[in-house]
């Protein structure tokens, strides 16, 4: 049984930084690609990072460019998202997810096998 589970949500101030971790269980995480989205109350989900297999690729939104970074360590199973600069237009519940495809195919949510619970972000003004 395949599962991601990600931690590290909370509440910050406007300017801060949170690291969120997904571990990944149930699967060869070494031959997923995977990905963070982002859902905000009332929105769609939206598309934030994604990083290859072998941590040599990655994608991000324009949103977020220059002050998130996706890494991940296959040794432990485990993707992270370190947030900087946060702003109040980043507050919402983050989800990682498992591809087993790369390319430009990964902004898009169909294209990933297994999604976490999700992780909820507040950034205060």
């Known amino acids: 049984q395949v599962q991601l589970v990600e931690s590290g949500g909370g509440l910050v101030q406007a300017g801060g930084s949170l690291r969120l971790s997904c571990a990944a269980s149930?699967?060869?995480?070494?031959?997923?690609?995977m990905g963070w989205f982002r859902q905000a109350p009332g929105k769609e989900r939206e598309f934030v990072a994604a990083?290859?297999?072998?941590?040599?690729?990655?994608y991000y939104a324009d949103s977020v460019k220059g002050r998130f970074t996706i890494s991940r360590d296959n040794a432990k199973n485990t993707v992270y998202l370190q947030m900087n600069s946060l702003k109040p237009e980043d507050t919402a519940v983050y989800y990682c997810?498992?591809?087993?495809?790369?390319?430009?195919?990964?902004?898009?949510?169909?294209?990933?096998?297994?999604w976490g619970q999700g992780t909820q972000v507040t950034v205060s003004s």
């Open positions: 997810a498992a591809a087993t495809r790369w390319g430009t195919v990964v902004l898009t949510p169909p294209q990933y096998n297994y």
């Open positions: 149930g699967l060869t995480f070494s031959s997923y690609a």
């Open positions: 990083i290859r297999w072998s941590g040599g690729s990655t």
